[in-house]
């Protein structure tokens, strides 16, 4: 049996990878590079970014920790907000 977890109200995910993360080092623990040194780091990290859009929290942690976040469908959402 699948796992379920409430994440907001209504909302049902069907396994731990569907869990949005809000932190970089939850983002790094998933990628399997936490460990890891920087440069895989980012490239793990940049890969991620390019398949999905990082909450606001996630973004802002990953730049406090010095990933590079900045993506152009990014800037263009965040200059139309």
């Not at 983002?27 to 399997?32: A, Q, S, T, V, Y």
Request: hydrophobic residues 40%; glycine residues 6%.
């Amino acid at each position: 049996m699948t796992e379920r977890f409430v994440v907001e109200p209504g909302q049902l995910v069907r396994s731990r990878e569907q869990i949005p993360v809000s932190t970089a080092r939850a983002l790094l623990r998933r990628l399997g590079v936490l460990d890891s040194p920087p440069a895989e780091q980012q490239a793990a990290v940049s890969a991620w970014l390019d398949e999905h859009e990082p909450s606001s929290a996630l973004a802002e942690s990953l730049e406090i920790a010095g990933f590079n976040v900045q993506r152009p469908g990014l800037q263009a959402r965040a200059a139309g907000s």
